[in-house]
């Protein structure tokens, strides 16, 4: 993650700055279950960062202005100020680099800033891991309201130690979903026109196998003329990645007693032997040689590819006249029906401030704004929804919501990434590969893993 270097005399402005919206007043205590709580005028900061892809500053509550989301992401604002008889005050124009950086410098100076903040994990994980700059919010908020506010899986870069430090807005819609979720998309016009079985099918009936796999990949490879249709374009980095969890292992895995990395248990190498095996040898001829980004599906050069799920803006749904998703197959230890995916940050993970005028009244402001919407407060509603918005199937719909539900941090600015990629890239064997690797993992998981692990214990139990 690169993050702004700050100089002296930028520390020293923004410090000035900031100074500015520095509060005296203390809010009472206060019963969060009342609606008639009483913040007695008091003004809150929230930073809230736009999405990194927009395409202009344009943003409110991390959506685009003048929509539906939007307006009731406001209308909820003023519900909110209105019941607790406050101002809160929402800078919704910045980047997550720059709300990252007044954070930063807010914390490490003592001088109060925000009372909420709202940006990338990759960024607020090193404030996390810092220790004390951030309140602690199992006794804050409801965090075991994993519909509202995420499952432990989706927040593991914000568990540390002994406590839970960051939440997700679940219950409001796309917001989760950047960066995340890792599928298989899939062109169904080509589908149809080889006459082919629709592997949502497969899904359905629960024989979405690796070996099933196999079988679609080499029926969905064709000549159209002098060009090859692979059955599959994808970053080996994102094959590698999800084709290790589909075996029912994750990343961090606690055997005998003790936290390892999940490729080095049984169904972590059967997982990513597999892998290499698809990758290298029996679907070689199958998938695009050359496929980091998603161009050679969209031009129609192959049928499937692999997809990160952005619910704001970059999303084939919106470019190709019927595309679908699937997760990755199962392998034979999986969970039947959980498909796990990966992720590499959440563009919203929300935190408040240590030094927030009060960490309670925070915490009751986003305990009300992150309420869902109306008409939208059950998993049947948000597929409904989906469905007409965004996918083409009601099928694909519930894909996207289980490919965030269980997700999983892959580390990959800590490098946790790295040796899963190696397992494909490389020809050596994959138990060869590594044991070259055991040192790093070891260091990985005593530096991240083990107290990630431990606040998740400490927060939700075994």
């Given at each position: 993650?690169?993050?702004?270097?700050?100089?002296?005399?930028?520390?020293?402005?923004?410090?000035?700055?900031?100074?500015?919206?520095?509060?005296?007043?203390?809010?009472?205590?206060?019963?969060?279950?009342?609606?008639?709580?009483?913040?007695?005028?008091?003004?809150?900061?929230?930073?809230?960062?736009?999405?990194?892809?927009?395409?202009?500053?344009?943003?409110?509550?991390?959506?685009?202005?003048?929509?539906?989301?939007?307006?009731?992401?406001?209308?909820?604002?003023?519900?909110?100020?209105?019941?607790?008889?406050?101002?809160?005050?929402?800078?919704?124009?910045?980047?997550?680099?720059?709300?990252?950086?007044?954070?930063?410098?807010?914390?490490?100076?003592?001088?109060?800033?925000?009372?909420?903040?709202?940006?990338?994990?990759?960024?607020?994980?090193?404030?996390?891991?810092?220790?004390?700059?951030?309140?602690?919010?199992?006794?804050?908020?409801?965090?075991?309201?994993?519909?509202?506010?995420?499952?432990?899986?989706?927040?593991?870069?914000?568990?540390?130690?002994?406590?839970?430090?960051?939440?997700?807005?679940?219950?409001?819609?796309?917001?989760?979903?950047?960066?995340?979720?890792?599928?298989?998309?899939?062109?169904?016009?080509?589908?149809?026109?080889?006459?082919?079985?629709?592997?949502?099918?497969?899904?359905?009936?629960?024989?979405?196998?690796?070996?099933?796999?196999?079988?679609?990949?080499?029926?969905?490879?064709?000549?159209?003329?002098?060009?090859?249709?692979?059955?599959?374009?994808?970053?080996?980095?994102?094959?590698?990645?999800?084709?290790?969890?589909?075996?029912?292992?994750?990343?961090?895995?606690?055997?005998?007693?003790?936290?390892?990395?999940?490729?080095?248990?049984?169904?972590?190498?059967?997982?990513?032997?597999?892998?290499?095996?698809?990758?290298?040898?029996?679907?070689?001829?199958?998938?695009?040689?050359?496929?980091?980004?998603?161009?050679?599906?969209?031009?129609?050069?192959?049928?499937?590819?692999?997809?990160?799920?952005?619910?704001?803006?970059?999303?084939?749904?919106?470019?190709?006249?019927?595309?679908?998703?699937?997760?990755?197959?199962?392998?034979?230890?999986?969970?039947?029906?959980?498909?796990?995916?990966?992720?590499?940050?959440?563009?919203?993970?929300?935190?408040?401030?240590?030094?927030?005028?009060?960490?309670?009244?925070?915490?009751?402001?986003?305990?009300?704004?992150?309420?869902?919407?109306?008409?939208?407060?059950?998993?049947?509603?948000?597929?409904?929804?989906?469905?007409?918005?965004?996918?083409?199937?009601?099928?694909?719909?519930?894909?996207?919501?289980?490919?965030?539900?269980?997700?999983?941090?892959?580390?990959?600015?800590?490098?946790?990434?790295?040796?899963?990629?190696?397992?494909?890239?490389?020809?050596?064997?994959?138990?060869?590969?590594?044991?070259?690797?055991?040192?790093?993992?070891?260091?990985?998981?005593?530096?991240?893993?083990?107290p990630h692990y431990n606040g998740r214990i400490a927060v939700y139990g075994e």
């Amino acid at each position: 993650m690169k993050y702004f270097k700050l100089t002296a005399v930028t520390l020293l402005f923004a410090v000035l700055l900031i100074s500015c919206g520095v509060s005296s007043e203390i809010v009472p205590e206060y019963d969060v279950t009342s609606d008639t709580t009483d913040f007695y005028g008091t003004t809150f900061n929230w930073g809230f960062s736009m999405h990194r892809y927009a395409s202009s500053t344009d943003n409110v509550f991390g959506y685009k202005p003048d929509t539906n989301f939007a307006d009731m992401a406001l209308e909820r604002l003023k519900d909110v100020e209105k019941r607790f008889n406050c101002t809160i005050n929402i800078d919704n124009n910045s980047s997550s680099y720059v709300i990252g950086d007044r954070l930063n410098v807010s914390l490490k100076t003592g001088v109060h800033l925000y009372d909420i903040a709202t940006c990338d994990t990759g960024i607020l994980s090193s404030i996390v891991r810092a220790g004390g700059y951030l309140a602690g919010l199992s006794n804050l908020l409801d965090v075991k309201n994993t519909a509202k506010f995420g499952r432990p899986n989706m927040l593991q870069m914000m568990l540390w130690k002994d406590d839970l430090y960051g939440v997700v807005p679940c219950a409001w819609p796309l917001l989760v979903s950047s960066r995340i979720g890792h599928v298989l998309a899939i062109n169904e016009t080509l589908v149809a026109r080889l006459g082919e079985t629709d592997p949502r099918e497969y899904v359905e009936n629960s024989t979405w196998t690796w070996d099933k796999f196999e079988e679609v990949l080499e029926a969905f490879t064709y000549k159209e003329g002098e060009r090859t249709v692979y059955g599959l374009s994808s970053h080996d980095a994102y094959f590698a990645m999800n084709m290790f969890l589909s075996n029912g292992v994750t990343f961090s895995e606690y055997v005998d007693g003790k936290v390892v990395f999940g490729a080095y248990t049984d169904a972590g190498r059967e997982a990513l032997e597999r892998a290499a095996s698809i990758y290298n040898v029996t679907c070689k001829p199958f998938i695009y040689p050359d496929a980091s980004t998603t161009d050679h599906f969209r031009d129609g050069s192959s049928v499937m590819c692999g997809y990160f799920l952005d619910g704001v803006i970059n999303t084939l749904m919106y470019e190709m006249e019927n595309a679908g998703i699937i997760p990755f197959p199962q392998g034979p230890k999986a969970t039947p029906g959980v498909y796990p995916t990966y992720y590499e940050e959440f563009t919203y993970a929300t935190v408040i401030p240590a030094n927030a005028i009060d960490t309670s009244a925070s915490a009751a402001i986003i305990d009300a704004m992150f309420e869902p919407f109306k008409g939208l407060e059950t998993r049947d509603d948000m597929i409904d929804y989906l469905t007409s918005q965004v996918f083409f199937d009601p099928r694909d719909s519930a894909v996207f919501l289980g490919a965030v539900e269980y997700t999983e941090y892959g580390f990959f600015w800590e490098g946790g990434r790295s040796g899963i990629e190696q397992c494909i890239r490389t020809l050596k064997p994959v138990s060869e590969a590594l044991e070259g690797l055991e040192n790093v993992y070891d260091k990985l998981v005593e530096e991240y893993l083990v107290p990630h692990y431990n606040g998740r214990i400490a927060v939700y139990g075994e």
